[in-house]
């Protein structure tokens, strides 16, 4: 089992930058995928970031590539998203998740991730 707490939202203009953490409890986190989504009202909630556990592998939609770098430091239990060259359609609650499955890879899907963090708000204005 592992607790997320997620942190660094804020206000930004586009074209800046931000970094979001999400530190976890437990042993268990630097064995799990982990993932950044976000959900805006009415849109269900969709991936940004993906990464295996030991970080080697990493998936980002074409609507973040580029732009968007997950990292993780397990040594820290702690995983990272830095976001750059932010555009106004970013605006969006974003959630740190867990996929407690022992997997090489990881999962796009939402509903694969069983640990979720409380949500850290982006807004980004024009």
């Known amino acids: 089992q592992v607790q997320l707490q997620a942190c660094g939202g804020g206000l930004v203009q586009a074209g800046g930058s931000l970094r979001l953490s999400c530190a976890g409890s437990?042993?268990?986190?630097?064995?799990?995928?982990m993932g950044w989504f976000r959900q805006t009202p009415g849109k269900e909630r969709e991936i940004v970031a993906g990464i295996n556990w030991s970080g080697g592998s990493t998936y980002y939609p074409d609507s973040v590539k580029g732009r968007f770098t997950i990292s993780r430091d397990n040594a820290k239990n702690t995983l990272y998203l830095q976001m750059n060259s932010l555009k106004p359609e970013d605006t969006a609650v974003y959630y740190c998740?867990?996929?407690?499955?022992?997997?090489?890879?990881?999962?796009?899907?939402?509903?694969?991730?069983?640990?979720w963090g409380q949500g850290t708000l982006v807004t980004v204005s024009s």
């Open positions: 437990g042993r268990s986190f630097s064995r799990y995928a």
């Open positions: 998740a867990a996929d407690s499955r022992i997997l090489p890879g990881y999962s796009e899907h939402s509903y694969e991730y069983d640990f």
